[in-house]
Nanobody
Framework: QVQLVESGGGLVQAGGSLRLSCVAS????????MGWYRQAPGKQREMVAV???????NYPSSVKGRFIISRDNAKNMVWLQMNSLKPEDTAVYYC??????????WGQGTQVTVSS
């Protein structure tokens, strides 16, 4: 079992920045693919950033150039740096771990609200 805890959400004005953090416990963090997902009310959950075991990253066009995902395997942590935030970025953001067995684990979520 893997436990994930997100933090760093809050209220920010459009154009501002936030940095989300996720700490993992209960497994071998360095073997996981890690990701950040978000879900707004009435919308489906969408991937916003993924980082593999080897450090390769992927972003959808909606956030590319604005968001950066990073990880530190020695700290069992992953971060999402969000810059140039827009009101449409408002959502609950979830940390995700994809383990070697193919199971996904989710954190509790952290609210990000971007005002216009």
């Amino acid at each position: 079992q893997v436990q994930l805890v997100e933090s760093g959400g809050g209220l920010v004005q459009a154009g501002g920045s936030l940095r989300l953090s996720c700490v993992a416990s209960g497994g071998i963090f360095s073997t996981y693919t890690m990701g950040w997902y978000r879900q707004a009310p009435g919308k489906q959950r969408e991937m916003v950033a993924v980082i593999t075991r080897g450090g390769s990253t992927n972003y959808p066009s909606s956030v590319k150039g604005r968001f950066i995902i990073s990880r530190d395997n020695a700290k069992n942590m992953v971060w999402l740096q969000m810059n140039s935030l827009k009101p449409e970025d408002t959502a609950v953001y979830y940390c995700n771990a994809l383990v070697l067995g193919g199971t996904s684990y989710w954190g509790q979520g952290t609210q990000v609200t971007v005002s216009s």
